[in-house]
């Protein structure tokens, strides 16, 4: 292996390191790993909210009811208003969460996104590239629904089924206002449990009290790994949940 081939191991090596170190403080800062209700209710809101938009430009009519001796006609509904529309946006709803990923590095409920974390691809980055890299299960599974992830899902489950009635209300009566107003701050959550409704991911992270840019991070990574080429480490054996 050439020097240069080398150092850019070393490097990717110590970028994962301080990664888990910084992981690791943050635990410390926040012991309470399991999704809050406020979570749990900002993505059932979101998921919903989202289905409802890519379906709410339909022009189909939908025929309802049958046509009886009476004379009566069947009634013509806009699938836009349907309480089909609805069902069908409800339908495997919370399945939907195993979609999303734990991106320990993002503060609050951003934590919870989809896609893939940047811890997770610089360790696929380090495997590609032969680093040994142990998370304690095996590297086919290090994709499958985190522990968090999989109780985010249990608790989009009950939750909806808690507030069925009411998201039907919100749909045939007050789609003026966001769902996640309506639903979580109206009838889910006390007022003093609403804060990670209010956290929007920018596409900038926090250190330090300052916001940095991704191309920022980037930047003043590879300035500090200049002087980081020379130091040596004991390999980490990182835990998933904290990807």
């Known amino acids: 292996m050439g020097p240069v081939r080398l150092g850019i191991l070393l490097f990717l090596f110590l970028a994962v390191h301080e ?17 809050s209700k406020c979570e749990v209710c900002k993505l059932l809101s979101t998921e919903l909210q989202a289905e409802l938009s890519r379906t709410g430009r339909s022009r189909e009519v939908l025929e309802l009811g049958q046509v009886l001796d009476t004379g009566k006609r069947k009634r ?25 990923s734990v991106h ?3 503060k609050g409920s951003l934590r919870y996104a989809k896609g893939q974390s940047q811890t997770m691809a610089t360790l696929k980055g380090l495997v590609q590239k032969g680093v040994k890299v142990d998370l304690g299960i095996p590297l086919e599974l290090w994709d499958e629904p985190s522990v968090e992830v999989t109780y985010l899902k249990k608790q989009c489950e009950t939750m909806l ?22 639903l979580c701050e109206g009838h889910v959550l006390p007022a ?52």
């Open 76 to 100: 013509h509904v806009p699938y836009s208003v349907s309480e089909t529309r609805l069902e069908e946006a409800l339908e495997n709803l919370c399945e939907r969460i195993l979609d999303y």
């Open 19 to 35: 990664a888990w170190a910084g992981m690791l403080k943050e635990e410390d800062d926040d012991t309470e790993r399991l999704p």
């Open 104 to 106: 320990a590095e993002r």
């Open 161 to 182: 089924e808690e507030f069925e009635d009411i998201v039907g209300d919100w749909y045939f009566h007050h789609q003026e206002q966001p769902l996640q107003n309506f």
């Open 192 to 243: 003093a449990e609403t804060a990670c409704l209010q956290e929007t991911w920018t596409g900038k992270e926090i250190t330090d009290g300052e916001e940095k840019t991704e191309g920022e991070e980037e930047q003043e990574e590879e300035e500090e790994g200049g002087d980081k080429m020379t130091k040596t480490g004991s390999h980490p054996k990182l835990d998933r949940e904290d990807l």
